[in-house]
């Protein structure tokens, strides 16, 4: 009964339009301070204490990273150089569009941050190059759910720290099923463009694609750096994230000397803006998490599967479902801080790997990303754009349809997910 009432409590506090993390820590506070001993001090040392886990300190730095790529320079050079080898090809800009998103978010970990970086510049190339508007928004902001998916990724930071499993691995599992996604992206917008007869603008000579690629490589070698120096465990995925800003600072000051004294309030306004909105979240869905455990809600559901003896992809239908109900109203680092501590002992008592779980996971984050009523690159993209939320939706209605073949790829091919982790990292 508190269990409903608590739920209840958020969906009430949600639809009133209090905001996510409020909603998350009055509703637990209210059924807690009623039905438990909990003291206010208790709680209140429990959020604190849920933000002191070390690898939730790679969010601010892999935020303020993608930050100063986008005031930077460094992913406007990073599209010339895309441009200029992809630009005459059937669909060029399209693809070029989907192939910066890919290596911005391979520095960024953030969805909304990628489709506003990569939209603000190939958005109006688009519409230039003759691209339905309509289109030119769904593909941007389908192209930016790569944020979260391949490495490094906030949500993935977040279901490391739940899991407890090595963010390292995470990363890694995620970095082919990326590929893979962004590839399917590129095969529609080759084979859209054929039909609609798009793209093939003029190409650029080699001495332009020589000098675009020589004054992009800065920029470019960055994922390289952030990914490789994990893989070799050379720094934990936290460093990493902090050299990566030292690094874009280097790169955006000193090589590109686009970094100016008036950008600094700007940038550091932005990335506190992102970094304190999903810790304030984390520490509310703390507490929920706290009055699900003293209820021990996660060991019931688990006591249930092992009675039903529940079919692995039963569940991975289920959940999956309600995945996406959710993602029509709550954004990744909510739905992921509600929802995984309920379903670790089921994912355990059904021998669903932890690594596999969290690429099909973030998959369905990313459909979040992109479904009404709250997905936030559609607002990214029409307020980029100009133009009224409900024209991006349908923009974005096919990308929706690629999305969800991918998520069934990944469910059934398990391999994708676990190559890299299980044969390179072990």
């Known amino acids: 009964m508190e269990t409903v009432l608590l739920f209840s409590i958020f969906v009430f506090l949600f639809l009133l339009n209090v905001p996510i993390a409020v909603s998350l820590a009055v509703a637990a506070l209210i059924v807690l301070g009623t039905t438990t001993d909990f003291t206010m001090y208790m709680i209140v040392q429990r959020m604190f204490a849920a933000l002191l886990s070390p690898p939730l300190m790679a969010i601010p730095a892999f935020v303020f990273a993608g930050v100063l790529m986008s005031h930077g320079g460094i992913s406007r050079y990073l599209i010339a150089a895309l441009r200029a080898w992809l630009g005459h090809l059937p669909g060029g800009l399209a693809v070029v569009t989907i192939a910066a ?16 970086a990569i939209g603000a510049i190939m958005l109006p190339a688009m519409l230039e190059g003759g691209y339905d508007k309509r289109y030119a928004m769904g593909l941007i902001a389908a192209s930016g759910t790569l944020g979260i998916l391949i490495p490094p990724s906030v949500t993935m930071v977040v279901y490391g720290v739940v899991a407890e499993e090595s963010v390292g691995k995470l990363f890694m599992g995620g970095l082919l099923p ?8 590129i ?5 859209y463009a054929k039909i609609k007869g798009y793209g093939r603008g003029e190409p650029a000579s080699w001495r332009e694609r020589w000098t675009t690629t020589v004054k992009a490589l800065p920029g470019a070698f960055l994922p390289f750096f952030i990914l490789g120096t994990i893989y070799k465990g050379v720094v934990t ?6 050299l990566s800003v030292f690094y874009t600072i280097i790169v955006s000051a ?12 700007i940038i550091f306004r932005e990335a506190i ?16 998490a706290l009055f699900l455990t003293a209820e021990q809600v996660p060991h019931k559901i688990a006591d249930w599967i092992a009675e039903n003896q529940l079919h692995k992809y039963a569940f991975f239908f289920a959940t999956n479902l309600m995945f996406f109900i959710m993602g029509t109203f709550l954004e990744a680092v909510s739905i992921t801080l509600i929802t995984l501590p309920l379903l670790l002992p089921m994912i355990k008592a059904l021998n669903i790997d932890l690594i596999h779980f969290a690429v099909v996971m973030t998959v369905n984050m990313e459909l979040a990303m992109i479904t009404p009523p709250v997905g936030l690159n559609l607002f990214v993209v029409s307020a980029m754009a100009k133009e009224r939320v409900e024209e991006v939706v349908k923009g974005v209605l096919p990308f929706i349809l690629i999305l969800i073949f991918a998520l069934v790829v990944f469910i059934f091919w398990e391999d994708i997910s676990l190559y890299i982790p299980r044969v390179l990292m072990d």
Do not use: Q, W
């Not at 990326?178 to 992206?185: C, I, T």
């Not at 995925?237 to 902090?242: H, I, M, R």
């Not at 000193?254 to 309030?265: D, M, V």
């Open 101 to 116: 998103c890919a290596i911005f978010a391979a520095i960024s970990g953030s969805s909304p941050a990628t489709a506003a």
């Open 178 to 185: 990326g590929l893979f996604l962004a590839g399917l992206l």
């Open 187 to 191: 095969a529609s917008a080759v084979i």
């Open 237 to 242: 995925p936290t460093e990493a994230a902090v």
């Open 254 to 265: 000193f090589i590109y000397r686009e970094l100016k004294p008036g950008h600094i309030r």
């Open 273 to 288: 803006n992102i970094s304190s909105m999903i810790f304030l979240i984390i520490a509310a869905a703390m507490v929920f």
